[in-house]
């Protein structure tokens, strides 16, 4: 069974570091690009970026590109999103997914989420 | 990026029904499109691949339709966990998602 499974929730204040984690198992790591997601309460799923574990090559939206960090540990099986500086906006719920290897690229299977809440 | 817009933003339907959402691409994208359902507090889960292609355990009542730049999600017989927020995606360039489509109780 393919699973991807987040680490837990987070409570951070604007200014201070994190990351979190997707651990994988039950395929090939290296076959499959993951991909973030990011949800704000009560809101729309929006795409961040995607990383290919094989290589670490990775793609970001613009909306997010030089705020996160997206990072893959072959060894460990398990991809990351971080940030250096969190924002009160950052607050959402986070969720990675495996990218189909097909044409159709689709998300398949997704991770429990985690949520992150950035209040002073 | 390639815009989508769905319709409607939410609806209201019952047990039975058949329930159609549309997802409208800014240009054309071929059959590069997904949907995904998402239960309240849950994970979003796929439903269908490749504008038409159901996924292995998805029940047949869930459809797609269309390509270019207009789609169709199609319910037959809504039931009721079926009751959510449905998303396109499209993975013709960089990804994006639609705004989302509320289905409620009626």
């Known amino acids: 069974e393919v699973l991807l499974v987040q680490s837990g929730a987070e409570v951070k204040k604007p200014g201070e570091s994190l990351k979190i984690s997707c651990k994988t198992s039950g395929y090939n790591f290296i076959t499959y690009w993951i991909a973030w997601v990011r949800q704000r309460p009560g809101k729309g799923l929006e795409w961040m970026g995607i990383?290919?574990?094989?290589?670490?090559?990775?793609r970001y939206s613009r909306s997010f590109e030089g705020h996160v960090t997206i990072s893959a540990d072959r060894s460990s099986r398990t991809a990351y999103l971080q940030w250096n500086s969190l924002k009160a906006s950052d607050t959402a719920t986070y969720y990675c997914?495996?990218?189909?290897?097909?044409?159709?690229?689709?998300?398949?299977?997704w991770g429990q989420g985690t949520q992150v809440i950035v209040s002073s | 990026d390639i815009q989508l817009t769905q319709s409607p933003s939410s609806l209201y339907a019952s047990v039975g029904d058949r329930v159609t959402i549309t997802c409208r691409a800014s240009q054309p994208i071929s059959k590069f499109l997904n949907w995904y359902q998402q239960r309240p507090g849950k994970a979003p889960n796929l439903l269908i691949y490749g504008a038409t292609n159901l996924q292995d355990g998805v029940p047949s009542r869930f459809s797609g339709s269309g390509s270019g730049t207009e789609f169709t999600l199609t319910i037959y017989g809504l039931r009721p966990e079926d009751f959510g927020t449905y998303y396109c995606q499209q993975s013709y360039s960089p990804r994006t998602f639609g705004q989302g489509t509320k289905v409620e109780v009626k």
């Open positions: 990383i290919d574990p094989r290589d670490s090559d990775t």
């Open positions: 997914a495996r990218q189909a290897y097909s044409s159709s690229a689709a998300l398949d299977p």
